[in-house]
């Protein structure tokens, strides 16, 4: 039996999941940013809520976590390096630390870049990976506290997983993803095909989230440093992988 899985459009663009083990009828929360919708969509499945994972410390990940731990006495599992700017935490988390829900493991990995303690959980079994702001949907999270090479090496480790793994990222920021993608990687058939069908579930308001790893790998630039089409269209044939991932980010900042 795989998890049951629950996309929560929160805020403005922001996505929390709910995780949910029908055998044991264990619910987990990946990420808070606000309480309504959470509490909500708990309340229409009659779901208890067990415990939270926090991805990393920004308030639009964060700041729903003190009303529903109120409603529901939900345990708190966060990054052990942001122990101090997260929520008070009942389990601080390392990389390779496992988490569970019912019966299914969840692994953490540090995916440093965005904030020097985001954090991942991956679960095997189910083929999920909750990456929030590290690996996002078409893009990569912006470099508020790490450096480029922080952010390509979290990435690298998020592409060694199978590539059916349903990436659950943080934000509905695809769109604008894509129309930067296009530009430097403007010859991709499969880039453009995507950018049409985002276009049809954005018109239709669905998320665009989760999306599989492998869709990932064929259209995000930034899991795209070895495309030859894309190293020449940025005139870095010669450079390492690491040099053309920090020029696509460079670009996607002032694009
Ligand atoms: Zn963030
Ligand atoms: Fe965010």
Redesign the pocket.
């Known amino acids: 039996m795989t998890l049951e899985l629950v996309t929560i459009p929160c805020l403005k663009d922001n996505y929390a999941y709910l995780l949910h083990d029908a055998a044991s009828d264990e619910t987990t929360l990946i990420d808070a940013p606000e309480a309504a919708p959470i509490l909500a969509a708990l309340k229409a499945r009659g779901w208890h809520l067990d415990q939270i994972l926090l991805t990393?410390h920004?308030w639009?990940?964060i700041d729903g976590v003190a009303e529903i731990v109120e409603a529901t006495s939900a345990e708190i599992l966060g990054a052990a390096a942001d122990a101090h700017r997260l929520p008070p935490l009942s389990r601080a988390l390392v990389e390779a630390d496992q988490v569970q829900v019912g019966a299914e493991i969840g692994y953490v990995i540090d995916v440093p870049g965005?904030?020097v303690g985001?954090i991942a959980f991956y679960f095997p079994v189910s083929g999920l990976c909750f990456t929030?702001?590290s690996l996002m949907a078409a893009g990569c999270?912006r470099l508020?506290e790490g450096t480029p090479q922080q952010m390509f090496d979290s990435l690298a480790k998020l592409q060694q997983l199978p590539p059916a793994t349903l990436i659950c990222s943080?934000h509905e920021y695809t769109t604008a993803n894509l129309a930067f993608a296009a530009t430097v990687d403007p010859t991709n058939t499969a880039l453009h095909a995507r950018i049409r069908e985002v276009a049809r579930q954005r018109a239709g308001n669905r998320p665009t989230v989760p999306v599989s790893l492998s869709e990932e790998l064929a259209t995000n630039p930034f899991l795209r440093a070895q495309d030859p089409y894309i190293r020449q269209h940025l005139g870095m044939a010669d450079a390492t992988d690491a040099q053309v991932f920090t020029e696509i980010r460079a670009l996607k900042d002032k694009f």
């Open positions: 990393h920004h639009d990940h965005h904030t985001h929030a702001d999270g508020f943080g």
